[in-house]
């Protein structure tokens, strides 16, 4: 038993951006997204558990000579880095180690950068068929407003997450609020604005892990109900709210058709933005009740405790996962896929493929 544990010890570099400031809106925001000491050293844990040897690369400027000069004991990287800045930061790391010949977890460069641009994510889901809500991209405040868009509708920075910039103030009733806050995101981001229709259903997310046949994990559904800042989106005020209820996001009341709905849209949005390994997808209801997709995920937030809202933690807990057991199926799904869950070592397999 120890000599077959020994043999497939590997050695995994976790790559992070380390969360220095709390943020704010439009003040560190980038930070937001960066993973906190606790996720980072969860991580570390759940794989070391498992006998693998942890070696922690900041996803700093420095990072790839740090990498280089680690690359010849690194197996594989278990990647969580959202990059430092850039339209396609989250991109940077899964380039480097691409062009590196390392192994790594997680979606690739193209999903990356893809899924960080909310207008582009949409226009491929249409393409696929999957629904999305109307919208229209904002690069001045000026912009003519497209005849079709109907209000309430829903201004969000084009390119961040963990819900930078969506406050109560983000859902607008008229062409002046709509101009006011279009214009706010556009100066306090640097970027175009999204504006989408407001859909008023229920809200749910979908954690998806794997590869060939993957896992859809139980469905989250987001009760804005319970927040007092603001009922009608999960706006950055509402995600620090705490909730140590686990049930308090187990959908209730959900019809097997909706149920499936919920899976398919999921199912069809990870395919078409070729996600790998682990994904969450943002879905909010219709007024018909039809799922429409707001967003991807391809780097979930992983916090392991309780009290932190990643969504992707508590979906695996429903599903029967742990901590230690989900971030172990994320790495093996990675290794399946690389081919190299057989005991080969992973560097050897990446000098192969470099010296074709
Ligand atoms: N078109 C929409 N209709 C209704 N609510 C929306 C819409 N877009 C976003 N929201 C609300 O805003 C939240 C954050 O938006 P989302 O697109 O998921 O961005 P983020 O990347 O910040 O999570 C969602 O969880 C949802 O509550
Ligand atoms: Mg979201």
Not at 79 to 93: D, K, P, Q
Not at 106 to 126: F, N, Q, V, Y
Request: glycine share 6%; aromatic share 6%; with cysteine.
């Amino acid at each position: 038993m120890k000599r077959e544990n020994a043999k497939k010890q590997l050695c995994v570099a976790l790559v992070f951006n380390l969360q220095r400031a709390h943020a704010t809106h439009g003040r560190n925001y980038l930070e937001t997204e960066y993973d906190s000491e606790d996720v980072i050293l969860g991580i570390k844990d759940a794989l070391e558990l498992s006998g693998h040897k942890v070696i922690l690369i900041e996803a700093n400027r420095n990072a790839v000579e740090n990498i280089k000069t680690n690359s010849k004991n690194i197996d594989i990287v278990f990647n969580i880095a959202e990059g430092l800045r850039g339209e396609a930061r989250e991109s940077h790391v899964p380039c480097m180690l691409e062009m590196l010949g390392i192994p790594y977890t997680g979606s690739g460069p193209i999903t990356m950068a893809i899924t960080l641009d909310k207008a582009r994510t949409k226009e491929i889901l249409l393409q696929h068929g999957v629904k999305t809500p109307e919208y229209q991209v904002f690069n001045s405040a000026n912009d003519r407003i497209r005849q079709d868009l109907r209000f309430p509708l829903i201004v969000k920075p084009i390119a961040e997450g963990s819900s930078i910039g969506i406050s109560a103030e983000s859902v607008v009733q008229n062409e002046t609020a709509l101009r006011q806050q279009a214009d706010s995101i556009i100066r306090t981001y640097r970027q175009p604005a999204l504006v989408e229709r407001f859909l008023t259903g229920r809200e749910f997310t979908v954690g998806i892990l794997g590869n060939e046949n993957p896992r859809i994990l139980p469905i989250i559904e987001i009760c804005l109900d319970k927040y007092e800042h603001s009922k009608l989106a999960f706006t950055l005020e509402n995600k620090f709210i705490v909730d140590k209820d686990e049930n308090s996001c187990v959908p209730k009341n959900l019809s097997l058709k909706l149920r499936n709905r919920i899976r398919e849209a999921a199912l069809q949005t990870y395919k078409a933005l070729n996600c790998r390994d682990f994904s969450r997808i943002d879905i909010r209801c219709d007024e018909n009740n039809i799922p429409n997709v707001l967003e991807v995920n391809p780097l979930p937030g992983l916090n392991p405790k309780i009290e932190y809202i990643s969504y992707f933690v508590k979906a695996a807990r429903l599903g029967g996962l742990g901590y230690n057991e989900m971030v172990n199926e994320v790495l093996n799904a990675a290794l399946k896929r690389h081919g190299i869950d057989a005991g080969m070592r992973a560097h050897e397999f990446a000098k192969e493929v470099q010296a074709e």
